[in-house]
């Protein structure tokens, strides 16, 4: 365990990152799940602080796991077992994510047991890994052990946090602390102690697969939707219109998510990783928050939501805008500079957004208005096919 180059060509995913990629199907699935009931019932700041803790939790469990990889992966046994031990702890978070919505929806406290027992289990085998590297790696010794340590501390935190069971007010202040205390680890590690040698094309792979993973839950949405439709109304256009509005609204966010010149840029500028990497966890959360607002859809469809059509519409062009919005703003910051021929494709993306709203307004039907939402990304897409790859080449070069 001396560290991969970070130069090595052809460097891909291995078939053991998409096993252990897996068991975060099933933990989105179950923040989506409660994160749509609580949306369906009307309680938004329930449902908003649930889910973003619960978003918190599932992706800086995969970038933990995904950064040491892309430097230190040998794929020998020991390192095969230690991350059955992480996936094994994943799965204990997952299952731990109802109990904290129901905690959090109750307003007394915030059960975060069963989560905190999850990450034991996965920091006990990571703080192994790390330790394993500062023995065998000698010239990167201090950034591994200072990642050991980060985590370790972190850790004895949230255990703290959840054997002292405070109230909820004071329970989401001290989750923000060490909030930061997490993300502030690699920060120092990768800064101040020398770093680790992660390759900048094996990254930018790793993350476009966790955000299929996420798109993910716009498929099951859509599954769900349809399902209303159909029990509802039978085979009918109103069904072909949902079907091609959920799908074509996930693949068009499929689409954009990879206009990003993320593996070129951050192999030429290391130092912009941080900023990349950190905030694409409100990208990847969006989008399991828009597959979960094609939930809410379906509930409403159903006649089972207890919210108006606009709030409806809202749960999925919300999420959507923040998606849309984070992309543009990952490309500025990853170019260095704010690109002009955007402007026409926010300005149309925005008018779509809000002619949904208003569509809703006028009391037009449902799947009309996710038809017209699946407009949305759709504008990017064909910017980009119209002239925005060639332009985007000339960007990246200067």
Request: aromatic letters at 12%.
């Amino acid at each position: 365990m001396g560290g991969r180059d970070p130069d090595e060509p052809n460097r891909q995913a291995t078939p053991l990152e998409l096993f252990f990629d897996l068991t975060f199907v099933t933990s989105f699935g179950l923040a989506a799940l409660q994160y749509a009931h609580a949306l369906a019932e009307g309680h938004y700041g329930p449902a908003l602080i649930g889910f973003g803790f619960a978003s918190f939790a599932i992706c800086w469990a995969w970038i933990n796991f995904s950064w040491f990889a892309s430097a230190y992966d040998t794929d020998d046994w020991i390192f095969r077992v230690a991350t059955m031990v992480q996936m094994t702890g994943v799965l204990v978070v997952g299952i731990g994510l109802p109990r904290m919505f129901a905690s959090v929806e109750h307003g007394q406290h915030l059960d975060a047991g069963v989560i905190v027992a999850g990450y034991v289990v996965m920091r006990l085998a990571l703080g192994f890994q790390w330790l394993r590297a500062a023995r065998q790696d000698p010239a990167r010794r201090r950034a591994c052990l200072t990642y050991a340590a980060a985590i370790s501390v972190a850790q004895i935190g949230w255990i703290a946090l959840s054997l002292a069971d405070p109230a909820l007010g004071t329970a989401l202040l001290l989750v923000l602390v060490l909030m930061v205390v997490e993300l502030a680890g690699p920060v120092l590690a990768e800064r101040r102690d020398g770093g680790t040698p992660w390759h900048a094309h094996h990254i930018a792979e790793r993350y476009g697969l966790f955000a299929i993973i996420a798109l993910g839950e716009g498929v099951v949405g859509t599954i769900a939707a349809l399902t209303a439709v159909t029990g509802e109304k039978g085979w009918t256009s109103d069904a072909v219109l949902t079907c091609v509005a959920g799908i074509g609204l996930t693949f068009a966010m499929w689409w954009i998510y990879f206009i990003l010149p993320s593996a070129r840029i951050l192999h030429a500028h290391r130092d912009r990783s941080f900023v990349w990497g950190y905030a694409q966890m409100a990208t990847v959360a969006s989008i399991v928050a828009t597959g979960a607002g094609l939930h809410v859809a379906a509930n409403f469809i159903e006649h089972q939501a207890h919210i108006g059509a606009v709030a409806t519409v809202l749960s999925v062009a919300l999420p959507l805008a923040i998606f849309i919005g984070s992309i543009y703003a990952l490309y500025t910051y990853l170019v260095g500079r704010f690109d002009r021929f955007h402007i026409g494709l926010l300005g149309g993306t925005t008018a779509v957004l809000v002619l949904a709203v208003v569509a809703a307004l006028a009391g037009v039907d449902m799947a009309v208005c996710l038809i017209i939402l699946m407009l949305a990304p759709g504008v990017t897409v064909v910017g980009y096919e119209a002239r925005g790859y060639r332009h985007q080449i000339a960007v990246a070069t200067r």
